[in-house]
């Protein structure tokens, strides 16, 4: 199993600019999650789906933030317009809660730099 | 409101030295209970649950933890710590048996290891 692929690793954009991140969760996981980690925050929660329908989005900090789950092996978390607030590390991680295997998978992350 | 705290933002033992990371956690009924560890660069990795049943919990890389309900304490240990531990531990709580799909990260600590 090649785990949760998040693409980019690394981006880095003008202010103003639109951002798109990916996420492919692992195969037969029925949750995903996109987390952001700063240095001043933690790690917060910013959405979460379950098989593919949005549940909880009251973390995304504003209406320049949106995420999407077009199927099961795919979500992106676009930002529009970019801010340098928020340049932080953007997880995706994919959950099997009907199984033995609780707890998440995490991605490797995109840094995000927004100058 | 449920919270996990970890006391320790940053600890410094030497190679071959026990560790031990506090995590407390408030919250009304039975917890989930995890830990996670995240390397340089890496997402977060799963490396022991609690959910149930005997109260010491055994995971990978030689890491066991101890769930205290007295305490509200889940603190993880590990005999003798390697080089390779140094790392970002994050203790995490899920909020209920319903919903422990969305679970709560502590601001986490820091590990560092001297050869």
């Known amino acids: 199993d090649a785990g949760v692929i998040q693409s980019p690793r690394h981006e880095v954009t003008e202010m103003g600019q639109e951002v798109t991140l990916r996420c492919k969760p692992i195969?037969?996981?029925?949750?995903l999650f996109w987390y952001r980690q700063t240095m001043m925050r933690g790690l917060e929660l910013l959405i979460y789906?379950?098989?593919?329908?949005?549940?909880?989005d009251s973390g995304m900090p504003e209406d320049r933030f949106s995420a999407k789950m077009p199927n099961a092996s795919f979500s992106t978390l676009k930002i529009q317009p970019s801010e340098p607030r928020d340049s932080a590390v953007y997880f995706c991680?994919?959950?099997?809660?009907?199984?033995?295997?609780?707890?998440?998978?995490f991605g490797s992350g995109t840094r995000l730099t927004v100058v | 409101a449920q919270s996990v705290t970890q006391p320790d933002i940053h600890i410094t033992v030497s190679e071959g030295a026990s560790l031990e990371l506090r995590c407390n956690y408030s919250?009304?009924?039975?917890?989930?209970l995890f830990w996670y560890v995240q390397s340089p660069g890496q997402g977060l990795q799963l490396l022991l649950k609690?959910?149930?049943?005997?109260?010491l919990v055994q995971g990978i890389k030689g890491f066991e933890a101890e769930f205290k309900r007295s305490q509200s304490s889940f603190n993880l240990r590990k005999p003798s710590v390697h080089w390779s531990d140094a790392a970002e531990y994050f203790c995490?709580?899920?909020?209920?048996?319903?919903?422990?799909?969305?679970?709560?990260f502590g601001p986490g600590t820091s590990l560092s290891v001297i050869p």
């Open positions: 609690y959910f149930s049943g005997d109260t």
């Open positions: 919250y009304g009924a039975t917890p989930y």
């Open positions: 995490a709580v899920a909020t209920s048996k319903t919903s422990y799909d969305k679970v709560i």
């Open positions: 991680a994919s959950s099997d809660l009907g199984h033995r295997n609780y707890g998440y998978t």
């Open positions: 789906f379950n098989n593919n329908v949005p549940i909880d």
């Open positions: 195969s037969g996981h029925d949750y």
